[in-house]
């Protein structure tokens, strides 16, 4: 049954019934109502309509309906809906089904029915957290690939705008010259009357203004695309723990993973970049392993520890390492030593991110054993220091 005009529910707790006995539908809601936003519906064309108009996220079905069963309903929204953490609620009977559907991954888990208020609510509440942490990482993902774009252009314009700055600095210094010898030509009352003269200063004087507004433009270039990270503060090891998530299939099927956190204090920056520099420095960790030799043999170990005033984070592979005659371009645009599949500018953007926060980021390799990518962050001020701080004028 569609529920009346339902407001906008909390994205957070939202759960979906679905069963074609009305009575199981009102005592779902009447012990789970006062906890989780509930809607109901007794078949699965409603069900897939309700997932469609609202943000639900955990859809919970009966397996034996009329026209569509359960595992059906809950494919179907696996399809269309992958954000919905799915369980399926079914008799002793259907438990082949059951164990299938688990197997085959359409749906999360299965409970027995009839169901037990307390087994029930642990079911809604763990998936509710998994699909809570999804959202998230979704989250994250897609603001990292903003995030990405946005520092990849302004790696290219730096670049850009470091090959134009030498001859707009040539140009200027002769702007300057010839104006000066106009200037002196108009002083020292040459043959050449002062007003045909003056008409020339003037235009090196436009040309001046224009060459200038150039400059202008080339430094906007270089510093448009910081976004005052530096006034944000973020736990780097929850952000290095999320990544990690993030990238666990690819990390199990290339590596084994060590991950070593301290505690720290929060560091100076967005949870965005800082997540858009873990992530490349995983990315780039794991590439760095041949995939014939992918598996257990090869180690990618994740560091985090203070290093006095500044976080260290350290990504360690056992690759094959780097060739001291490229090492030092790794962080150059455009650069890359993948035959396939590089941009050769995930480096490069972490190294600008690292440093618009005020850090510096180094790579220690050994040819045959493997290659440290180490960044230092500096830590967030403490609060007592911000408020001593002498105010901005």
């Known amino acids: ?43 699965g064309a409603d069900a897939l309509d309700l997932l469609a108009r609202h943000d639900v996220a955990v859809l ?15 494919t179907r929204a696996r399809r269309d809906f992958p954000h919905v953490e799915r369980i399926l609620i079914t008799a002793y009977s259907n438990l082949d089904e059951a164990i299938d559907a688990v197997n085959q991954g359409h749906i999360r888990r299965y409970l027995r029915k009839p169901w037990d208020h307390d087994d029930l609510r642990a079911a809604l509440v763990d998936a509710i957290e998994v699909a809570t942490m999804r959202r998230r990482l ?48 108009i002083d020292a009352g040459e043959d050449v009357p002062a007003d045909r003269l003056q008409p020339v200063l003037d235009r090196i004087t436009a040309i001046r203004r224009g060459v200038t507004r150039v400059r202008e433009i080339i430094e906007g270039m270089s510093l448009a695309q910081r976004r ?10 929850e952000v290095v723990r999320l990544t990690t998530t993030s990238l666990r299939s690819s990390l199990q099927r290339r590596a084994t993973t060590e991950i070593d956190l301290a505690p720290l204090p929060p560091v100076v920056g967005s949870s965005t970049q800082l997540g858009q520099v873990t992530l490349n420095l995983l990315v780039n960790a794991l590439q760095a392993i041949p995939s014939h030799e992918a598996g257990g043999r090869h180690r990618v170990m994740i560091r985090l520890r ?3 005033d500044h976080a260290l984070l350290q990504v360690e592979d056992t690759g094959p390492g780097i060739d001291p005659a490229v090492r030092d371009r790794i962080f150059d645009p455009f650069f890359t030593t993948k035959r396939a599949g590089g941009t050769g500018l995930g480096l490069a953007i972490t190294r600008r991110i690292v440093e618009d926060l005020g850090g510096s980021i180094h790579v220690d390799s050994t040819p045959g054993e493997g290659t440290v990518i180490s960044v230092r962050l500096p830590l967030a001020p403490a609060a007592e220091d911000r408020a001593d701080a002498p105010p901005e004028d």
């Open 138 to 185: 979704a989250s994250i993902e897609r603001r990292m690939m903003e995030s990405e774009r946005v520092y990849a252009l302004g790696v290219v314009s730096a670049g850009i705008a470091h090959e134009i700055r030498n001859p707009l600095t040539m140009l200027m210094a002769h702007i300057d010259l010839a104006s000066s010898q106009v200037t002196g030509l």
């Open 228 to 237: 005052h990270d530096d006034e944000q503060q973020t736990d780097l090891a």
């Open 306 to 308: 203070r290093d006095g």
């Open 1 to 43: 049954m569609l529920p009346e005009a339902t407001p906008e529910l909390d994205v957070a707790n939202a759960v979906l019934f679905v069963d074609d006995d009305v009575a199981n539908l009102t005592v779902f809601e009447a012990a789970f109502g006062h906890e989780f936003e509930v809607l109901t519906a007794d078949n």
């Open 60 to 74: 919970l079905a009966d397996q034996r309906m009329p026209g569509m069963t359960g595992v059906e309903l809950l």
